[in-house]
């Protein structure tokens, strides 16, 4: 079974920066497209970065520059690395676990989130 576990998250104000984590436990981190999304209040789920099997990551647009997204193989364990921090960063962030089988089916694993709150 695969477990997915966010940590990290807290008040910060605007400017500051936040280091969130996800320890994947149960199957290598190594083996999955690992995603780092956000939900603020009314709005739909986004994702925001993101690190393949092979080590490729992109950005949404309004993050690049900001945010960095990196796996601890060893540890198997996920980073979202985020620097100058805005209001509009507030969210629940949550990490994701993502792998095509074979047989072409989709599997993924969520964690249960942890909140992000930028403000003054």
């Known amino acids: 079974q695969v477990q997915v576990v966010e940590s990290g998250g807290g008040l910060v104000q605007p400017g500051g920066s936040l280091r969130l984590s996800c320890a994947v436990s149960?199957?290598?981190?190594?083996?999955?497209?690992m995603g780092w999304y956000r939900q603020a209040p009314g709005k739909q789920r986004e994702l925001v970065a993101a690190?393949?099997?092979?080590?490729?990551?992109n950005y949404e647009e309004s993050v690049k520059g900001r945010f960095t997204i990196a796996r601890n193989i060893p540890k198997n364990t996920v980073y979202l690395q985020m620097n100058s921090l805005k209001p509009e960063d507030t969210a629940i962030y949550y990490c994701?676990?993502?792998?095509?089988?074979?047989?072409?089916?989709?599997?993924?694993?969520w964690g249960q989130g942890t909140q992000v709150t930028v403000s003054s």
């Open positions: 994701n676990a993502k792998r095509v089988l074979v047989s072409s089916e989709t599997v993924d694993f």
């Open positions: 149960g199957r290598d981190v190594s083996i999955y497209t």
């Open positions: 690190i393949t099997s092979g080590g490729n990551t």
